[in-house]
T-cell receptor, first 113, second 112 residues
Framework: DAGITQSPRYKITETGRQVTLMCHQT?????MFWYRQDLGHGLRLIYY???????DKGEVPDGYVVSRSKTENFPLTLESATRSQTSVYFC????????????FGPGTRLTVL | QKEVEQNSGPLSVPEGAIASLNCTYS??????FFWYRQYSGKSPELIMF????GDKEDGRFTAQLNKASQYVSLLIRDSQPSDSATYLC????????????FGKGTRLSVIA
């Protein structure tokens, strides 16, 4: 049982390119989340989804796009990557948004040159 | 602004001592509180959660919640070098079905 997987684990891209980070879960949790983690800022929520086809903005959504056509997948797209989007990205899942444990994927380290 | 505050540390304690990690939150109506541990280069993993005022113990870990003071803490007894990590406090600030808000974390260093 893989739980949560993220791909790729490492990605280097250039400014202006489109990048998609993938997140897949095998638990059928309703909620999925995307965070970025930067030194000095901690974990910041980008977007989250309560179910297929239901998404909502988090604290730092600008420059990112999400979709959730299937319960198990929650891709995060950077439509035109900028250097400020260099970060570690974590996907997480939970049964409920705020009252249940969130489980984190292994993370994707993204570098934008 | 709704916030979760933690001292960034580093907090250094000798091996075998008690490490005390603290977290304050802004919303008096918060109901759910979580402590995560994150090793360098790894993803956060749940240590424990607490919902009610008072203490909750799990092995060497004790979570303490004081809703009146809007304060939650994590005590680690008999600290080991393997406990060296960043500890994240997370709170359900709106007490509804909204995402957890994470503190920036406290870095703990246990010195052998």
């Amino acid at each position: 049982d893989a739980g949560i997987t993220q791909s790729p684990r490492y990605k280097i891209t250039e400014t202006g390119r489109q990048v998609t980070l993938m997140c897949h879960q095998t638990w059928s949790h309703s909620y999925m989340f995307w965070y970025r983690q930067d030194l000095g800022h901690g974990l910041r929520l980008i977007y989250y989804s309560a179910a297929a086809d239901i998404t909502d903005k988090g604290e730092v959504p600008d420059g990112y796009v999400v979709s959730r056509s299937k319960t198990e997948n929650f891709p995060l797209t950077l439509e035109s990557a900028t250097r400020s989007q260099t970060s570690v990205y974590f996907c997480a899942t939970s049964s409920l948004a705020g009252t249940d444990t969130q489980y984190f994927g292994p993370g994707t380290r993204l570098t934008v040159l | 602004q709704k916030e979760v505050e933690q001292n960034s540390g580093p907090l250094s304690v000798p091996e075998g001592a008690i490490a005390s990690l603290n977290c304050t939150y802004s919303d008096r109506g918060s109901q759910s509180f979580f402590w995560y541990r994150q090793y360098s280069g790894k993803s956060p993993e749940l240590i424990m959660f607490i919902y009610s005022n008072g203490d909750k113990e799990d092995g060497r870990f004790t979570a303490q919640l004081n809703k009146a003071s809007q304060y939650v803490s994590l005590l680690i007894r008999d600290s080991q070098p393997s406990d060296s990590a960043t500890y994240l406090c997370a709170v359900n600030l709106n007490s509804g079905n909204t995402p957890l808000v994470f503190g920036k974390g406290t870095r703990l260093s246990v010195i052998a």
